[in-house]
T-cell receptor
Framework: GAVVSQHPSWVICKSGTSVKIECRSL??????MFWYRQFPKQSLMLMAT?????????EQGVEKDKFLINHASLTLSTLTVTSAHPEDSSFYIC????????????FGPGTRLTVT | AQKITQTQPGMFVQEKEAVTLDCTYD???????LFWYKQPSSGEMIFLIY??????QNATEGRYSLNFQKARKSANLVISASQLGDSAMYFC???????????????FGKGTKLTVNP
């Protein structure tokens, strides 16, 4: 149990376009979802936290107008990278937290974004 | 501010031997949680083990054990009987709770790349 999926697993887009990444909890209700970014050979950095039905909370330094997060339901959160630029190329990972286990976050497989 | 320190950028171990990956943390909170995750080259984050700050016994999960020394603020991961499939990046992380909103976040260390040699 506790499976989180992400779609797409990888995407290549042109500079200036927008890209949407989906994160779904497949077998549990995710009260909270988290979005992380990981640059090559670096650690995961939290971008934002979203609770179902409420606005996302962004970490300091993360542009909320550029990285739009929507937690539309208890099983789906989306991250939209608007007007993407090459410096947005990164590995984006979501995680989800349910009610079953108070401490554990379940991670998705990640989405590799390349902006050309 | 919390901080997770992993001082070993890379570690090598022979197959079937045990290896310890170091992690120290810095927090002023009384209640906190410590995690270890494995990230193979595919990129997925695999949960390995969790230790709560109030847990009196060291956590164990199969071949993984966490050597929790609270006074020294260290939470080292011990992998026994290493296997070739253990080769991966390993991240230590701490759960931080926000005082407002009831939410939380994980703060990750920089990771240790473990290579298991046959």
């Amino acid at each position: 149990g506790a499976v989180v999926s992400q779609h797409p697993s990888w995407v290549i887009c042109k500079s200036g376009t927008s890209v949407k990444i989906e994160c779904r909890s497949l077998d549990f209700q995710a009260t909270t979802m988290f979005w992380y970014r990981q640059f090559p050979k670096q650690s995961l950095m939290l971008m934002a936290t979203s609770n179902e039905g409420s606005k996302a909370t962004y970490e300091q330094g993360v542009e909320k107008d550029k990285f739009l997060i929507n937690h539309a339901s208890l099983t789906l959160s989306t991250l939209t990278v608007t007007s993407a630029h090459p410096e947005d190329s990164s590995f984006y990972i979501c995680s989800a937290k349910g009610r079953r286990n108070y401490y554990e976050q379940y991670f998705g497989p990640g989405t590799r974004l390349t902006v050309t | 501010a919390q901080k997770i320190t992993q001082t070993q950028p890379g570690m090598f171990v022979q197959e079937k031997e045990a290896v310890t990956l170091d992690c120290t943390y810095d927090t002023s909170d009384q209640s906190y949680g410590l995690f270890w995750y494995k990230q193979p080259s595919s990129g997925e984050m695999i949960f390995l083990i969790y230790q709560g700050s109030y847990d009196e016994q060291n956590a164990t999960e199969g071949r993984y054990s966490l050597n929790f020394q609270k006074a020294r603020k260290s939470a080292n991961l011990v992998i026994s009987a290493s296997q070739l499939g253990d080769s991966a990046m390993y991240f230590c992380a701490m759960r931080e709770e926000y005082s407002q909103g009831g939410s939380e976040k994980l703060v990750f260390g920089k990771g240790t790349k473990l290579t298991v040699n046959p």
